[in-house]
């Protein structure tokens, strides 16, 4: 559920109003959702913007179309709008945007997963790279995949070893060696060449 106070519905209608032509309401939608890159995006929305798939919510004088694949990251969001000298601030909290950290007692992969998306993977974006998990073996073993600049790249030993292997091995209990199952040899656009 998305809570919107009654100044941010005030606001969003007087936008409405000046905006004019086809707009039939607001659109709510996340971007980069479960990263720390997360954030909202708002927009006027026409009726052929939507694809049907949007949840709806009835406000006084408009409606607040939330972007379906967005409606996940955005329970619980709240959107308030205070008046200031300048004019005002809108402000929208969506405590669950950057994803949710597994809980105690998670499964390894999950708890890979979710350090890949919310620290190495936005790190390794600065050179176009990612990195994704392949496999974790019964032993504890971490295979991992990388991808962009990091496919090829002559640092990528440097990167696994004294920067993912030892976050991973920090944080998840259980883990024993994390491993590269990466044919370097194919990588297209490697950020340093080898």
Same mark, same amino acid.
């Given at each position: 559920?998305?809570?919107?106070?009654?100044?941010?519905?005030?606001?969003?209608r007087?936008?409405?109003?000046?905006?004019?032509?086809d707009?039939?309401?607001?659109?709510?939608s996340?971007?980069?959702?479960?990263?720390? %890159?997360?954030? +909202? $995006? &708002? /927009?006027?929305?026409?009726q052929?913007?939507?694809?049907?798939?949007?949840?709806?919510?009835? *406000?006084?004088?408009?409606?607040?179309?939330?972007?379906?694949?967005?409606?996940?990251?955005?329970?619980?969001?709240?959107?308030?709008?205070?008046?200031?000298?300048?004019?005002?601030e809108?402000?929208i909290?969506?405590?669950?945007?950057?994803?949710?950290?597994?809980?105690?007692?998670?499964?390894?992969?999950?708890?890979?997963?979710?350090?890949?998306?919310s620290?190495?993977n936005?790190?390794?974006?600065?050179h %176009?790279?990612? +990195? $994704? &998990? /392949?496999?974790?073996?019964?032993?504890?073993?971490?295979?991992?995949?990388?991808?962009?600049? *990091?496919?090829g790249?002559?640092?990528v030993?440097?990167?696994?070893?004294?920067?993912?292997?030892?976050?991973?091995?920090?944080?998840?209990?259980?883990?024993?060696?994390?491993?590269?199952a990466?044919?370097h040899?194919?990588?297209?656009a490697?950020y340093?060449?080898r």
């Amino acid at each position: 559920m998305i809570q919107i106070t009654e100044s941010a519905q005030s606001h969003f209608r007087r936008l409405l109003e000046t905006q004019g032509g086809d707009a039939v309401g607001i659109r709510l939608s996340a971007l980069h959702a479960g990263t720390p %890159k997360a954030d +909202v $995006r &708002l /927009e006027f929305a026409e009726q052929g913007d939507l694809d049907g798939k949007e949840w709806a919510i009835d *406000c006084e004088g408009f409606t607040l179309f939330v972007d379906g694949d967005s409606a996940g990251w955005l329970d619980g969001a709240e959107i308030d709008y205070r008046s200031n000298a300048t004019g005002g601030e809108l402000n929208i909290r969506a405590p669950k945007i950057k994803g949710v950290a597994p809980k105690e007692g998670a499964s390894i992969p999950e708890q890979v997963r979710w350090l890949l998306d919310s620290e190495i993977n936005p790190q390794l974006a600065a050179h %176009k790279g990612h +990195v $994704r &998990l /392949e496999e974790v073996s019964a032993d504890g073993v971490v295979l991992l995949r990388f991808g962009g600049g *990091c496919h090829g790249c002559g640092m990528v030993d440097v990167t696994l070893k004294q920067g993912i292997e030892k976050t991973l091995m920090a944080k998840v209990p259980g883990i024993t060696a994390v491993r590269d199952a990466t044919d370097h040899s194919s990588g297209e656009a490697p950020y340093i060449a080898r």
